[in-house]
């Protein structure tokens, strides 16, 4: 007898908490759904700060931003063979402060963002230097501070 009315009870509850628990869900996927129209409209919650480039200039930025992360590859590749000294001329070519990185980096109006992309860049030729030295260590350390730009510029810009 105990038993049954446990049951019934149990029951009871279900039936009473689901359309609740079911209309509840609803009104959950309409506010989502709402959110991600907003989202869509006007960049929404993506709260980093807009470069306003030109279609021209997006596609620009994107190559070299393929070839950095590229770049990184390779060093990766280079540290898992010991080939320390090629991986410190790539790091100096292809991510280091050269005239053609200053260059580009000067021509973005965002005073933050140029002091960001030359700040990047300085440590990469020092991430070069320290594989020179061939202690995977350091130069692990040297990598990652260098990718802590990566990390920290696109958390803050975008285009
Ligand atoms: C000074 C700023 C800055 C630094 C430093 C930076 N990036 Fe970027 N990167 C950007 C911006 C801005 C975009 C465009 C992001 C957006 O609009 O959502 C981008 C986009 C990219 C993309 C997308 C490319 C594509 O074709 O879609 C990759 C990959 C990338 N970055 C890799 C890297 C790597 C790897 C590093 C470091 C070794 C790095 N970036 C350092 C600013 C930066």
Redesign the pocket.
């Known amino acids: 007898m105990k038993q049954s009315i446990t049951l019934f009870g149990l029951l009871w509850m279900i039936s009473i908490s689901a359309p609740i628990l079911a209309q509840a869900m609803d009104h959950n996927m309409q506010e989502m759904n709402h959110h991600m129209m907003m989202q869509s409209k006007d960049g929404g919650s993506d709260k980093r700060i807009s470069?306003q480039l030109s279609p021209q200039q997006k596609q620009h930025?994107?190559a070299n931003?393929?070839s950095?992360?590229q770049a990184?590859q390779e060093i990766v590749g280079m540290l898992s063979q010991g080939k320390f000294n090629h991986a410190s001329s790539i790091a100096h070519q292809k991510?280091g402060l050269t005239p053609e990185m200053k260059k580009m980096c000067n021509m973005f109006d965002n005073t933050n963002?140029r002091k960001?992309?030359l700040a990047?860049h300085q440590s990469a030729d020092e991430l070069g230097d320290v594989l020179q030295k061939g202690n995977l260590k350091q130069s692990l350390r040297a990598l990652h501070n260098?990718?802590n730009?990566?990390v920290q510029?696109?958390a803050t810009?975008?285009?």
Request: hydrophobic share 50%.
């Open positions: 470069l930025q994107l931003m393929r950095h992360i990184v991510l963002f960001l992309g990047f260098t990718m730009y990566c510029c696109h810009f975008r285009q």
